[in-house]
């Protein structure tokens, strides 16, 4: 099978390399930098496991698709912020540009998140713009992708997939093609269908933490500890509540539940979980604010702007918010993260980041944080506070410590 994966990034590039071990696979993308690299055997980003494949690999890179039996759709789906809609644009355009290639016989997979309906009523006319029509000359499917970055590889194999097809050919011809390296069960539905429940996933993770975050802040109020108490109702054998948080981040659960319900008039617990969500670096500033109290000019240091621990992007990242508001409300803010390179916010070495502050804020989990000695770090702070939203910090020594979630008897 000749395979043509568009869009190269944490998704597609990893789908293409597994592909590659028994497909001929050609990868499309329009940053011409990652077809360079590629094509020289170069990751252009980390994540675990995938050098290794790349260099044994057969895959080419190119900018523009070519002839091929099979497409495969894995670019990213912005979020359009201002009307809270799945922004199409990248899908549509990587459509429009299989147009001058696709044949009759050929194999349409759409990987990217997109809202319900939309490989349907979206991507259908813009392929049918070559004369060719959909279940009579070409065939389409949805094969939303599952895995978790930082374990992308493992979960690609491993997980159970879901895949609808906008036929039975559609889907027999995708099971057949994705069998070829997924380990895990495939469960096939209609086209939509697997549109709907890819969003329902991280819609489901979303409430979850929000659910988790109102929890936390009851327990404050109630002066006991969350982490201990979700941790013990988690041992119920149909519960399983997640961590609370400074907010949700990343480019899947904090925008995908805005996806599913972009053509609804009926949302309610959706929304209000996306609200609870969004409004945790605010609640994390007000737990500063009465820490700092009456310190004049108060600098804070932040720890981590990742959107999550171990890993390196900042997409969607909560501290974003959190460090906004913090400078609007005159806070003088340092930052520190180990793992990220780019970032809106001049990052600082750790030493500079923790001198004179007042307070630092962990916003990330990152392993690092969890081994530090704080007593230590601390020595050239001015006030020796930690806030720590992640409850990654264990009380020993003289310090100040706040967990996210743990009420005042605790403290
Ligand atoms: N978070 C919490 N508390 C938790 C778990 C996560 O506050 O208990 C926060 C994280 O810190 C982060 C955000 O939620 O800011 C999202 O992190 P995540 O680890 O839950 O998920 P992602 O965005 O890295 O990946 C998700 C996964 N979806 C599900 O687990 C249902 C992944 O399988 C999807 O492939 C991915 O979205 C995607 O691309 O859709």
Redesign the pocket.
Known sequence: MKVCVIGLG??GLPTALLLSEKNEVIGVDLKKDTVDKINKKTMPFEEPGLDNILKGSGITANCKPVPADVFIICVPTPFDKEVRMADLRFVKSAAESIVPVIKKGNLVVIES?VSPGACAKVVVPILEKSELKVKKDFYLAHC???????NTLN?MVN?DRIIGGIDEASTKMTKDLYSTFVKGNIFTTDITTAEFV?LM??T???I??AL??EFAIIAEDVGIDIWEAISLANRHPRVNI?????????????V?PWFLTENSTKCKIINTAREI?DCMPAYVLHKVKEITKGIESPKITVFGVA???N?DDAR???ALKFIKLAEKEGFNVSIYDPLVKHFEYPLTGLDDAVKDTDCVVII??HNEFKHFDYNRLLSTARHKNVLDT?NVVAQNGMFNLVTLGKGKYFD
Request: aromatic share 6%; hydrophobic share 20%; net charge negative.
């Open positions: 944490y998704i998140t939303p992708e599952r895995a978790i970055p930082g979960e997980n890819k996933e991280n489901y993770r979303d979850n933490i988790a975050n997640l961590r609370p948080g400074p907010g949700v981040g990343g480019h899947c659960i904090a995908d969500n959107y999550k621990g890993v969607e990242t909560p990330t989990d992640r």
